[in-house]
């Protein structure tokens, strides 16, 4: 019994010591991602973040930022200049058992633009791609509530154009 306090802090430090230090680097890549003005990325849409848009979008559900070396997409690797790329990916659980993945290229300085890589949603393990400006329809069709209609449409129709 007196060695239960010592096996549990010798077993708390081992866990301590074997976490994964993050690269402070890309913790500063994540923060770039998440403040990315989505109309730099598609000038249809407004001027607020990819973190604010998503969190508005998505009801605030949340979203898993993490960084990938970018071996998906060689041919931004071949933009810029080898091993300073790395991409960030962003994913929202949607309500209906879907996800939306977004995948943004950006570099370990800020000196090139972020560039929109690729957006999806992925249903049964199958990734649909989408454009940016889609996501707020592809998120309607995950089950949130939509306004209900207090009138047929054939109500609102002149007549002579229901059928």
């Known amino acids: 019994m007196r060695w239960r306090p ?18 402070p680097s890309l913790s500063q890549v994540i923060a770039r991602a998440k403040q990315v003005i989505i109309s730099t990325l598609d000038p249809a849409l407004p001027d607020i973040t990819l973190e604010s848009f998503l969190a508005y979008e998505t009801h605030h559900r949340p979203t898993e930022w993490q960084t990938t070396n970018c071996g998906e997409f060689p041919l931004y690797l071949a933009e810029i200049e ?3 790329g790395i991409c960030v990916q962003a ?9 939306l993945m977004i995948t943004l290229g950006l570099t ?3 000196s090139h633009p972020t560039k929109l890589l690729s957006v999806s949603v992925i249903k049964e393990g199958i990734e649909h791609p989408i454009q940016l400006i889609d996501v707020p329809a ?6 949130f509530p939509r306004p ?16």
Do not use: E, M, W
């Open 6 to 23: 010592t096996i549990s802090l010798v077993l708390l430090s081992c866990s301590l010591f074997a976490q994964k230090r993050r690269d």
């Open 108 to 110: 370990r300085h800020a």
């Open 138 to 143: 592809a998120i309607q069709q995950s089950g």
């Open 82 to 84: 080898r091993g300073n």
């Open 148 to 163: 209900s209609r207090r009138y047929p449409l054939r109500d609102v129709l002149p007549l002579g154009h229901a059928a």
């Open 91 to 99: 994913f929202t659980s949607l309500v209906d058992q879907r996800v």
